[in-house]
């Protein structure tokens, strides 16, 4: 079992960076990825962002390449999503998430299995 915690969420104006942080505890088996997904409100959940447990691969959605960036920890029980330049659109509870470590990283929440409670982030124009 792993138990995700975010911390780092609040409120900022449009234009401001914000970083958030995950940690899982409870690990019993071996390596996992991590990665991140947001619903907005009265939206669906969306992926935002996911690493590999080594790091090397990452991914993205789409339209905030460029503005998040995703990272691992340096013991691996660790991600940071580092978000800048951010918009009202952001605005949204955003969950840690994390599943037994693939070469292929998937935006689809039903092949993530631990889910961490959500961090509400806001961003006022």
């Known amino acids: 079992q792993l138990r995700m915690v975010e911390s780092g969420g609040g409120r900022v104006q449009a234009g401001d960076s914000l970083s958030l942080s995950c940690v899982a505890s409870?690990?019993?088996?071996?390596?996992?990825?991590m990665g991140w997904f947001r619903q907005p409100p009265g939206k669906e959940r969306e992926f935002v962002a996911a690493?590999?447990?080594?790091?090397?691969?990452?991914d993205y959605l789409e339209s905030l390449k460029g503005r998040f960036t995703i990272s691992r920890g340096d013991t691996g029980d660790t991600v940071v999503l580092e978000m800048r330049d951010l918009n009202p659109e952001d605005t949204a509870t955003y969950y840690c998430?994390?599943?037994?470590?693939?070469?292929?990283?998937?935006?689809?929440?039903?092949?993530?299995?631990?889910w961490g409670q959500g961090t509400q982030v806001t961003v006022s124009s």
């Open positions: 998430v994390g599943d037994r470590d693939r070469k292929h990283l998937l935006r689809d929440p039903k092949y993530y299995y631990y």
């Open positions: 409870g690990r019993t088996f071996g390596e996992y990825l």
């Open positions: 690493i590999t447990w080594t790091g090397a691969v990452t």
